[in-house]
């Protein structure tokens, strides 16, 4: 594709389910980011890949929230006991290398009820 | 983290050049200033980025002070499309312990009149 795709767009869960949100970057980026958004608040850094392992997962909040990207490509964010306030537009981006500029996807809308 | 601060609101005419100060006095030699503007309802989207020397492209300009403590986004003739929240983020491009990391702040949100 052209851009940074996140499927879904839209996910409605129920408090303590279990998600997975998904994002494709373009192709031959090795830098992944995850961010999450709260309603009027900047992006929130979560994680950031280079290829395949973590190169900072500070952002994390807590042990719930767990992402993958196993063959350097695609990536997943994973939360686990979703709570409401985990409510939020939760962004995925990828740049060629560290340094390059980064291209975001249109995010996906959690809205855990 | 290098912190970045901004003004929460600027208000600019269509047609007129609108210039966005970011302050970063804890700015450090691997540090990149990078620019990134969110539409509504949008994800962020590049705008510029620049080291020492001042640069310009396309979308903007980007004015960096000598001492690199401060830096300013020029945008020359705002248009309606160009209202949106802009962040100005330090980025580590050498290899520090955040390098290529980005990290927004609260960013300046710019209102363009018509």
């Known amino acids: 594709g052209a851009g940074v795709s996140q499927t879904p767009s839209n996910k409605v869960t129920e408090k303590g389910k279990y998600v997975e949100l998904r994002c494709d970057p373009i192709?031959?980026?090795?830098?992944l980011y995850w961010y999450r958004q709260s309603l009027g608040q900047g992006p929130e850094f979560l994680i950031y890949?280079?290829?395949?392992?973590?190169?900072?997962d500070s952002g994390l909040p807590n042990d719930r929230f767990f992402a993958v990207r196993p063959e350097g490509s695609v990536s997943t964010l994973k939360i686990q006991r979703t709570e409401r306030g985990d409510s939020a537009v939760y962004l995925c981006?990828?740049?060629?290398?560290?340094?390059?500029?980064?291209?975001f996807g249109q995010g996906t809308r959690l809205t855990v009820v | 983290d290098a912190k970045t601060t901004q003004p929460n609101s600027m208000e600019s005419n269509e047609e007129e050049p609108v210039h966005l100060p970011c302050n970063h006095s804890?700015?450090?030699?691997?540090?990149?200033i990078h620019w990134y503007r969110q539409l509504p309802s949008q994800g962020p989207e590049y705008v510029i980025h620049?080291?020492?020397s001042n640069v310009n492209n396309r979308m903007a300009s980007l004015a960096i002070a000598e001492d690199r403590k401060s830096s300013t986004l020029i945008l020359h003739r705002a248009t309606l499309r160009d209202a949106a929240v802009y962040y100005c983020?330090?980025?580590?491009?050498?290899?520090?312990?955040?390098?290529?990391?980005?990290?927004f702040g609260q960013g300046t949100i710019l209102t363009v009149h018509p």
């Open positions: 981006a990828s740049s060629f290398t560290g340094t390059t500029e980064a291209f």
């Open positions: 804890t700015i450090s030699g691997t540090d990149y």
């Open positions: 620049g080291l020492t």
């Open positions: 983020i330090l980025r580590d491009q050498v290899g520090g312990t955040s390098y290529g990391k980005l990290t």
């Open positions: 192709s031959g980026h090795t830098a």
């Open positions: 890949f280079q290829g395949t392992g973590a190169a900072d």
